[in-house]
């Protein structure tokens, strides 16, 4: 099993029992104490937010299944791309030509 995929399955198996947790000892019309709502409320966000980040890392091979971290180049594009990036950092160093304004002519 791929290390990202165990890392799922360690988020899941944390993030589960907070969820459930959190969800069955939700009471609508208050709780005893100020502490205890601030604590049930955290507790069930950060499982809800564990569980779908665990979710997404177990189904997904890329970094949150949103872009693709590593681009797939060839030897060959690559030596194009960094010249073409300093192609692009020389002429940001050369100074800027000044043009002229051009003159405005009133009618007559």
Not at 58 to 79: A, R, V, W, Y
């Amino acid at each position: 099993m791929k290390e990202r995929r165990k890392d799922a399955l360690k988020l899941l198996a944390i993030a589960t029992p907070m969820l459930a947790y959190g969800a069955l000892t939700f009471e609508i019309g208050g709780a005893a104490s100020t502490a205890e709502a601030i604590t049930k409320s955290v507790v069930t966000t950060l499982g809800l937010f564990g569980t779908v980040g665990g979710l997404l890392m177990f189904f997904t091979k890329n970094s949150l299944g949103l872009i693709e971290t590593k681009p797939d180049l060839s030897p060959e594009e690559l030596k194009n791309l960094n010249e073409a990036w300093d192609t692009a950092e020389k002429w940001m160093e050369e100074e800027p030509v000044q043009e002229e304004e051009p003159k405005l002519k009133m009618p007559s």
